[in-house]
């Protein structure tokens, strides 16, 4: 648009929708709920406790949904690492060595998932679907089905139940990814490339961008932060279950969708997709103090996630 010889840029609102929403959710359960403390110190800090390991996820997935492709196994991955951290803490008792090897395991699946999409050319939907599986019985196997307890206080500090003053450490590990996550996207080579092939890859592949090589580059960061959930769950329940991880996949998915990130490739916000975390949490503490069942609150989740399909359906038609 040109006026008087000035330019001017057209708002695309449609990049800004999650910040109305993210606000007007807050509005409203702040007037539902005013005599029930949704707006109280120690509720918010709740919020962003449960949050955080969904907004780390939702920082991974960011990249795999932008290069145009799809991750299921990463909620797997998050019981694993839970799983083969807490058992290396309590043979070894070192911090550092059972960290690595919980991010380990993420990396080796991730590197797995990526080489059979890039490389061998299968849809990464069945991959990882499949992976996933091989995943859980692996994490079911070497746990016995037993619960692993974690009795390290430093661990637990850094990885879970720690504050920092007023501030959880986990909502500092959400920051961290955060900020990681949307300076990597917006502001390096990597990110351009990660956008420019689920953009259109053969374009991509034109302009000289090794595709493969940035598919499974998503794929192993994807399941590197799910595996960091894995071990900033175990840091704050004290303990690991090979059930960890696997009511998170389609809440990730639908807070990345919400955050503005497209599910056909070439579009991604990494800050949307923590808001978009945050959203699914409040909605979740809103609806637990409104008095709603469990199952209202799947049924309401599961509208979510279409709602938010149907847009994004909408606006690649568009």
């Known amino acids: 648009m040109d006026k008087g010889g000035i330019k001017f840029k057209e708002i695309q609102w449609s990049n800004h929708v999650i910040y109305f929403i993210f606000a007007g959710i807050i509005l409203l359960f702040s007037v539902l709920l005013l005599d029930r403390g949704f707006l109280s110190g120690s509720n918010l800090m709740n919020i962003a406790r449960q949050t955080a390991m969904i907004s780390v996820m939702a920082v991974g997935m960011t990249y795999v949904l932008a290069a145009e492709e799809i991750d299921l196994a990463f909620g797997s991955v998050v019981a694993l690492s839970a799983v083969i951290t807490a058992l290396m803490l309590r043979s070894t008792g070192i911090v550092l060595l059972s960290v690595v090897c919980g991010l380990g395991s993420g990396l080796i699946v991730g590197l797995v998932n990526g080489l059979f999409v890039a490389k061998i050319g299968i849809p990464s939907f069945l991959v990882t679907l499949g992976m996933s599986n091989i995943v859980l019985g692996l994490t079911r196997w070497i746990s016995n089905l037993q619960s692993i307890a974690i009795n390290h206080g430093t661990f637990s500090f850094i990885f879970g139940s720690g504050d920092l003053g007023p501030v959880p450490v986990l909502f500092v590990w959400t920051i961290l990814a955060?900020?990681?996550?949307?300076?990597?996207?917006?502001?390096?080579?990597?990110?351009?490339?990660?956008?420019?092939?689920?953009?259109?890859?053969?374009?991509?592949?034109?302009?000289?961008?090794?595709?493969?090589?940035?598919?499974?580059?998503?794929?192993?960061?994807?399941?590197?932060?799910a595996a960091l959930a894995g071990i900033l769950y175990a840091g704050r329940l004290h303990g690991a279950r090979y059930t960890l991880g696997e009511n998170d996949v389609m809440i990730v998915i639908a807070a990345v969708i919400i955050g503005g990130t497209s599910m056909f490739g070439g579009k991604g916000s990494v800050i949307g997709s923590v808001l978009g975390a945050l959203i699914m949490g409040i909605l979740n503490n809103g609806l637990i103090l409104l008095g709603l069942s469990v199952d209202q609150q799947i049924i309401f989740r599961g509208l979510i996630i279409i709602v938010s399909v149907s847009l994004t359906m909408r606006e690649k038609r568009i």
Do not use: Q
Request: avoid cysteine; hydrophobic fraction near 50%.
């Open 178 to 225: 955060a900020v990681f996550g949307h300076l990597v996207l917006k502001k390096t080579p990597f990110g351009r490339k990660v956008l420019a092939t689920g953009g259109n890859k053969i374009s991509a592949l034109y302009s000289g961008i090794p595709v493969s090589r940035i598919k499974i580059s998503v794929m192993i960061l994807n399941s590197v932060l």
